[in-house]
């Protein structure tokens, strides 16, 4: 396989996982679910209306 072509593979594969990372993330929110994420280190639990406060300030981050 060319280089070429593994590069798009990879950016493929990098996009799927972001993408069922994303629904498994909004679909722990709607369900009022908390999920464990690392963060500077160390394991944090976030509960469903802080998952919705990062995912605003991420989606604010990315818009500028």
């Known amino acids: 396989m060319a280089d070429r072509e ?3 593979l990879s950016t493929k ?3 799927g996982v972001k993408a ?3 629904a498994a993330i909004q679909r722990h929110r ?3 679910q908390s999920i ?3 963060q500077d280190g160390k394991i ?3 509960t469903a209306d802080e ?3 990062i995912q605003n300030q991420h989606n604010t981050e990315n818009k500028v």
Do not use: P, R
Request: aromatic residues 0%; charged residues 10%.
């Open 6 to 8: 593994l590069e798009l």
């Open 13 to 15: 594969i990098d996009s």
């Open 20 to 22: 069922a990372i994303a």
């Open 30 to 32: 709607q369900l009022g």
């Open 36 to 38: 464990s994420i690392m």
């Open 44 to 46: 944090v639990t976030l």
């Open 51 to 53: 998952i919705a406060a």
